[in-house]
């Protein structure tokens, strides 16, 4: 029988996390032709969440847990789950429900027919302010234009991911880990089901505009230079016009003499020269910091406790 295991990062989610096992496993009971195990990743929750999962984990064998040494992020929550599916498949999903665990069945009849990735597309994101929807929007549309590596609209991580894609995944150990890029950058047979996004079930985001500022900076630095590029053609625009400028006082002095004049151009010039120059700093600096922080080779993550699923998910126990 096909394996399959459901990947659950949770950071502080004791208020939903057995009302999101319940509605799970009901989908997982369902599936009778699977192999299915569930793995939940607790990123270092300040709450009960890791007594929850062990409990979840005495009363049904299916479960496996994973505590991580501190909170190391969503995206490395997820990369030390998808590391320990040794076997077979993948599901990937979010504890708090909005991703509807009903769902995973379509995924699965697509695996079957041969699909490596098959993703869901948000058509509708309800319990979301405008705000959260625009930003979110503006930021796959800039992504669209400015990555290498198409990375799908209003496409989350919630997703199946097949045994070659999970074996190409686990090669890939960059630390400045944008998932929903990686995904894609994989490759293979990848296909898109539209779903409609839930509110939160329980507790909080664990996003606010800041850190999701930070997320689309990772995002666009890890699968685009075109920042990079566009210093360079900012700069040379610039001493462009610096040139035409020129050309234009120092025909004017020819023609009309040069009384000392021009004190506020002079300063607009020096000043909007001085912030382009410091912008283009900055972002030579987003990508040096992250080459910084790649040069190191620390560990993505580190595992303070796993405890595998109670039976042996062939079902030799
Ligand atoms: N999460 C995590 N580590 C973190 C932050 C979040 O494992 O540092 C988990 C969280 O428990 C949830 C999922 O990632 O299962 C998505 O987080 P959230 O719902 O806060 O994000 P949103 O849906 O608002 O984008
Ligand atoms: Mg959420």
């Not at 630390?175 to 539209?194: A, D, E, H, Y």
């Not at 992250?290 to 109670?310: C, G, H, I, M, N």
Request: charged share 20%.
């Amino acid at each position: 029988m096909p394996v399959l295991t459901v990947v659950v990062p949770a950071f502080n989610e004791s208020e939903g996390l057995r009302e999101f096992h319940r509605r799970l496993t009901s989908v997982l009971d369902g599936m009778t032709d699977l192999d299915c195990a569930v793995l939940y990743v607790d990123d270092g929750s300040r709450d009960d969440t890791w007594a929850i999962m062990c409990a979840l984990r005495e009363g049904d064998p299916r479960v496996a847990t994973l505590r991580l040494a501190r909170n190391f992020g969503k995206e490395l929550a997820l990369t030390a789950g998808l590391d320990h599916v040794t076997e077979g498949g993948a599901v990937v999903i979010d504890a708090d429900l909005q991703d509807p665990p009903e769902l995973i069945p379509d995924f699965v009849a697509h695996w079957r027919d041969g699909f490596d990735v098959i993703y869901g597309t948000r058509a509708t994101r309800a319990g979301e302010s405008g705000l959260k929807k625009l930003t979110a929007s503006g930021f796959y549309r800039i992504m669209e234009r400015l990555s290498t590596t198409p990375i799908p609209r209003d496409t989350g991580d919630f997703r199946l991911l097949s045994r070659r894609v999970l074996d190409a995944l686990g090669q890939v150990r960059e630390r400045q880990r944008f998932m929903k890029g990686l995904f894609t950058w994989v490759g293979f047979r990848q296909l898109s089901v539209v779903y409609h996004r839930d509110p939160r079930h329980a507790g909080q985001t664990k996003w606010n505009y800041w850190k999701l500022w930070n997320f689309a900076i990772d995002g666009i630095t890890s699968f685009s230079g075109v920042p990079l590029k566009l210093a360079t053609y900012v700069g040379l625009l610039t001493a462009l016009g610096a040139f035409l400028a020129a050309l234009w006082v120092f025909g004017k002095a020819l023609l009309f003499g040069d009384p000392v004049r021009g004190y506020p151009s002079l300063m607009v010039v020096v000043l909007f020269l001085g912030g382009m120059q410091l912008m283009a700093l900055g972002v030579i600096g987003e990508y040096l910091g992250r080459l910084y922080v790649e040069a190191k080779q620390r560990p993505l993550y580190l595992v303070d406790q796993y405890a595998p699923p109670q039976r042996n998910v062939q079902g030799k126990a």
